[in-house]
């Protein structure tokens, strides 16, 4: 199972461009996925969905606190990703070609996080499948899950 993956996500469905334990490859992956159409991507968001276990010692402090904030033992981290496509001119000796720059850079200041419950994880033998992360990425994305502050969203099943 990778660590990242990076979703794009229309009216009707979330679509996985990429996957990778790495964020460079994830990276690498998306833009070679949508080539030489980039420039339609210009200032519309992707999604990055990063999947990992809570620290033990997380989940040991949450038994004693009387406010609950984690859901289950592995969490997906929901970043959301600004796609900025510019042109710049490079010279060579003789010529000028004109040269794409893409940057995808993270506009989120909050944390948003889904957890997936034990629950969850014993009825698919500890395995997250990808059809639960579409549906997830594309219900977070159309503000389906609680949003707010303190809010803990787990997946049960």
């Excluded at 990778?20 to 080539?35: M, Q, W």
């Excluded at 809570?54 to 949450?62: C, G, Q, R, T």
């Excluded at 948003?112 to 579409?134: A, M, P, R």
Aim: aromatic share 8%; glycine share 2%; charged share 30%.
């Amino acid at each position: 199972m990778d660590k990242y993956y990076l979703y794009m996500v229309n009216n009707k469905k979330a679509i996985l461009l990429s996957s990778s334990n790495s964020k460079t490859k994830l990276r690498e992956k998306a833009l070679e996925k949508i080539g030489d159409k980039i420039e339609k991507y210009h200032n519309l968001h992707l999604y990055r969905v990063k999947l990992m276990k809570v620290p033990k010692k997380e989940v040991a402090s949450e038994s004693k606190s009387k406010v609950k904030v984690i859901g289950g033992p592995l969490v997906a981290i929901i970043e959301k990703i600004l796609i900025n496509v510019s042109k710049h001119n490079s010279s060579s000796t003789k010529t000028f070609t004109q040269c794409i720059k893409t940057t995808l850079k993270s506009i989120d200041s909050k944390t948003n996080k889904i957890y997936f419950s034990k629950k969850y994880l014993k009825k698919h033998d500890k395995i997250v499948n990808v059809e639960t992360l579409n549906k997830m990425i594309w219900d977070w994305v159309h503000k389906k899950f609680n949003q707010g502050l303190f809010a803990v969203n787990v997946i049960n099943d």
